[in-house]
């Protein structure tokens, strides 16, 4: 089950609608949807939320947005997860992703960590990577020398659009994390929207003699 939720972005009002910040926004959506506040919270360098009653959680969760800088996001994950004794396999990090288009996204356990560097201090600073990650879809620039320029440019409204429906399909596979049912909130996240039926066709009219 998942007890930590971490959205993983930079501090301040010049990276708020950057596409590095996705994370931000998905922890933004969960607050909402649960009635929660983020507060900042010194001892975990972050803004933090504590929830007692969240529908299928089998005690209290929290929400974090580090405000570190991305590098330096494991020195305020891992505090917070030791002292509530929170392990790597109920943390769950959301996180901006290159290699998947705006409006798509993945879940998967453990891995690398592809160059992502809140990933990697979280791994560096937790001693495991067998944390969660929600990979949220900001598409790639197309030349590697523009990756760093990329993220930290607002997306296009249309783009930023597909974001936001993307995180908000994504609230449906909080309950069964917080259950646990693992493999249901995997099955709810990689689900395909329906094809659209194809019209009918309109029956002929016979022609009058």
């Not at 998947?100 to 600073?125: T, V």
């Not at 990577?129 to 760093?148: C, Y």
């Not at 997306?155 to 049912?181: N, W």
């Amino acid at each position: 089950m998942i007890r930590l939720f971490v959205g993983l972005g930079n501090p301040g009002p010049e990276y708020e609608q950057t596409r590095h910040n996705a994370g931000f926004w998905w922890i933004d959506a969960l607050a909402r949807g649960l009635g929660a506040q983020l507060r900042p919270e010194s001892s975990y360098y972050g803004l933090v939320a504590r929830v007692n009653n969240a529908p299928g959680a089998d005690g209290p969760i929290w929400l974090l947005q580090p405000m570190t800088y991305m590098n330096l996001s494991g020195k305020s994950v891992a505090p917070l997860a030791r002292f509530f004794k929170i392990a790597p396999e109920e943390i769950l990090a959301i996180h901006d992703e290159l290699d998947i288009a705006p409006g798509e996204m993945k879940f998967k356990q453990g891995g690398g960590n592809g160059g992502h560097n809140g990933l990697k201090d979280m791994q560096a600073q937790l001693g495991s990577a067998n944390f969660w990650r929600l990979r949220l879809g900001i598409g790639h620039p197309g030349i590697k020398a523009e990756v760093s320029g990329y993220v930290l440019r607002r997306p296009p409204i249309a783009e930023r659009q597909l974001i936001e429906d993307t995180i908000q399909k994504s609230m449906d596979a909080v309950r069964p994390m917080l259950a646990g049912d693992m493999s249901k909130a995997l099955t709810m996240i990689h689900a395909k929207p329906p094809r659209p039926k194809p019209p009918k066709p309109i029956p002929s009219t016979p022609e009058t003699p």
